[in-house]
C-alpha cells in the first residue's frame, strides 16, 4: 500500500485490550475522516473470527486499510488486541473497518466475556459482519466456529428491536469441494446452532433470517494462491458494495460517537441494549448539541458582531442583514439535524428559533435604545439650546438658515419595554452640525421600528 493511502486511513484503536474505549481517538477519527458530514450515508463493516485467521489481511485487501497483520515467521501470535478502526480507502461511499481481537486467542484462556463483549458492541454498531470461517471445520462437530457463531447469535437476541445486519461468512482456504455445497453445510450448520441458542419468550420463534441477511463467500488460501486469492477478493468487494450501499438504518454519522459510548457502557454494565430508545437518546442529545453550536456561532458570527457594534454599517440594511443571518442560522441547523428523529429534530429547531429570538431582542434593542438615548440628549442639548435663543431673541438663527422647534420630542415605553419615539416632529431647515444630530436620531428610529417589526 502506498503512503498516501496508509496515512488517509487513520487507523486508530476504538476499544483497547483492557476494555476501555478511546473516546478522544474516536473523536478525532471521526473529524479525520468527516463522518459527521455523512449523514446516514456510511456503513460500518466488522470482522471477527479465529485469531490469526487472516482478519487483517482481508480487510487490508479489501479497503486498502493498513491493519497489523500477522508476520507468520514470527510465530502466530495475537497482534489485534480490543477492536481496531480505520477508514477503507478502496471505496467511495464512506466506510470504516473495525478489525476485532481474535475469538480464539490463547492469551485470553477460557475466559470469554471480552469476547461476547465486543462481539455485542460490533454487532449493535455495524451494518455488516464478517464472519471468518476457516473451510476445514465446516460440517465439523467441534469445529472453531460453532462457539464463535453462538456468541454472535446469543448476543444479537439480546438487542431489543435492532435493525437487521448483514451477516457475511467467509469461507476462508476453500477446498475443491464446490461452493453450493460448502455454502449449504455451512448453513445447515447455522442452523443447529441457531435452534440450540435459548432465545426467551419474547423471541421465542424468532428466525434467523428475521436477525441477519445471511450471505455465504469463499475465498482461496492467501499465502498458497495469491492470485486467486486476489479476484476472489475483488467478488467478495462487488458483493458487499451493495450491502455498503444499502446500509441507512443506524445512527447518522455526527451520533456515532455518543452512540458507540453509549452502546460500550451497557455492555459493559451487561445492561440491555434497547435500538429504538438508543435512537432516541441520541437524537435529543445531538439535536440539541447542534442547536448549542449553532446559537454560539450566530453570537459570535462578524456580521452580527458588527451589527451589534452600530455604527454606520449598523443602518444600511440592517433588518436584511439580520433576517438573512438567522435564516442561515436555522438552515445549517437542519443541514446537520435532518437525519435524526423529525419530531425530536423540529422541536429542537422551534427552540432554537426562540432562542435566538430572545437574543436578538436583549442585546440588539438595548444596544439600540441606547444609542437612540443618546443621540436623543445631543438633540435635547442643542434644542434647549435653540430655544433658550429663541426666547431671548425671537428667532434663533444659525448659520444659513431659520430653525423652528415645532414639537418637542417626547418619549415612550412601548409593552416589550421598548424606548420608542412618540409624537416627535422637527421641522425647519436645518442646518451643519444640527443635522447630523437629527440624522442620526430619525435614522435609529427606523432601525428600531424595523427591528421590532421582524422580532416582534
Ligand atoms: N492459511 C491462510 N493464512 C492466511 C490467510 N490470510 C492471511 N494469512 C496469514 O495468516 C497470518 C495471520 O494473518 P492476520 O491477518 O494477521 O490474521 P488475524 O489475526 O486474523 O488478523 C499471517 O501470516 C497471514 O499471512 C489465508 O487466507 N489463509
Ligand atoms: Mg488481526
Redesign the pocket.
Given at each position: 500500500m502506498d503512503n498516501k493511502a496508509k496515512g488517509q486511513c487513520f487507523s486508530t484503536t476504538l476499544i483497547n485490550g483492557d476494555g476501555i474505549l478511546n473516546a478522544q481517538g474516536l473523536d478525532k477519527f471521526i473529524k479525520q475522516v468527516k463522518l459527521g458530514e455523512c449523514g446516514l450515508s456510511y456503513a460500518i463493516v466488522a470482522?471477527m473470527?479465529?485469531?490469526?485467521?487472516?482478519?487483517?489481511?482481508?480487510?487490508?485487501h479489501l479497503f486498502k486499510t493498513n491493519?497489523?497483520?500477522?508476520?507468520?515467521n514470527r510465530g502466530?501470535r495475537?497482534?489485534?488486541k480490543g477492536i481496531w478502526m480505520a477508514r477503507c480507502t478502496g471505496i467511495t461511499h464512506c466506510t470504516i473497518a473495525m478489525?476485532l481481537e481474535?475469538s480464539d486467542g490463547s492469551e485470553r484462556g477460557e475466559d470469554t466475556l471480552f469476547e461476547r463483549q465486543i462481539a455485542l458492541f460490533a454487532i449493535a454498531v455495524s451494518d455488516i459482519m464478517l464472519i471468518?470461517i476457516w473451510c476445514h471445520d465446516i460440517g465439523r462437530e467441534h469445529g472453531a466456529n460453532k462457539p464463535l457463531l453462538r456468541i454472535v447469535f446469543q448476543e444479537m437476541l439480546r438487542i431489543r428491536g435492532l435493525r437487521k445486519t448483514t451477516l457475511m461468512l467467509v469461507i476462508?482456504?476453500k477446498s475443491v469441494t464446490p461452493f453450493e455445497v460448502l455454502e449449504r453445510d455451512l448453513m445447515d450448520d447455522m442452523k443447529k446452532i441457531w435452534d440450540s441458542v435459548p432465545k426467551g419468550e419474547d423471541n421465542k420463534n424468532i428466525q434467523l433470517s428475521e436477525c441477519f441477511n445471511v450471505k455465504v463467500v469463499a475465498?482461496?488460501?492467501?499465502?498458497?494462491q495469491k492470485e486467486e486469492?486476489g479476484e476472489d477478493v475483488a467478488n467478495m468487494r462487488e458483493s458487499l458494495f451493495q450491502s455498503i450501499r444499502l446500509a441507512k438504518d443506524h445512527v447518522p454519522g455526527s451520533a456515532f460517537s455518543l452512540s458507540a459510548q453509549n452502546i460500550w457502557e451497557l455492555v459493559k454494565e451487561n445492561k440491555e441494549i434497547d435500538f429504538p430508545s438508543h435512537k432516541v437518546m441520541v437524537a435529543t442529545k445531538r439535536c440539541h448539541e447542534i442547536a448549542e453550536d449553532k446559537y454560539s456561532a450566530f453570537a459570535d458570527d462578524k456580521i452580527w458582531l458588527r451589527l451589534e457594534d452600530g455604527g454606520e454599517y449598523l443602518v444600511r440594511g440592517f433588518k436584511e442583514k439580520l433576517n438573512s443571518l438567522l435564516k442561515n442560522c436555522l438552515s445549517s441547523y437542519d443541514a446537520e439535524a435532518f437525519c435524526y428523529d423529525a419530531t425530536i429534530a423540529s422541536a429542537e429547531r422551534k427552540e432554537l428559533d426562540k432562542k435566538l429570538m430572545k437574543f436578538v431582542r436583549a442585546s440588539k434593542l438595548d444596544e439600540l435604545t441606547a444609542l437612540y438615548e443618546k443621540e436623543k440628549k445631543k438633540e435635547n442639548l442643542k434644542h434647549n439650546m435653540l430655544n433658550a435663543a429663541r426666547i431671548v431673541g425671537g428667532t434663533a438663527t444659525a448659520g444659513a438658515g431659520i430653525i423652528t422647534v415645532a414639537a418637542a420630542s417626547a418619549m415612550a415605553l412601548s409593552p416589550a419595554g421598548l424606548v420608542i419615539l412618540a409624537g416627535a416632529g422637527v421641522t425647519g431647515v436645518v442646518t451643519g452640525a444640527l443635522a447630523a444630530g437629527v440624522g442620526v436620531v430619525s435614522t435609529t428610529r427606523k432601525v428600531v421600528a424595523s427591528i421590532k417589526n421582524r422580532i416582534g
Open positions: 470482522i473470527g479465529p485469531q490469526s485467521s487472516g482478519k487483517s489481511t482481508l480487510l487490508n491493519f497489523t497483520e500477522m508476520d507468520s502466530r495475537q497482534t489485534t478489525d481474535g471468518n476462508r482456504d475465498l482461496s488460501n492467501y499465502e498458497r486469492f
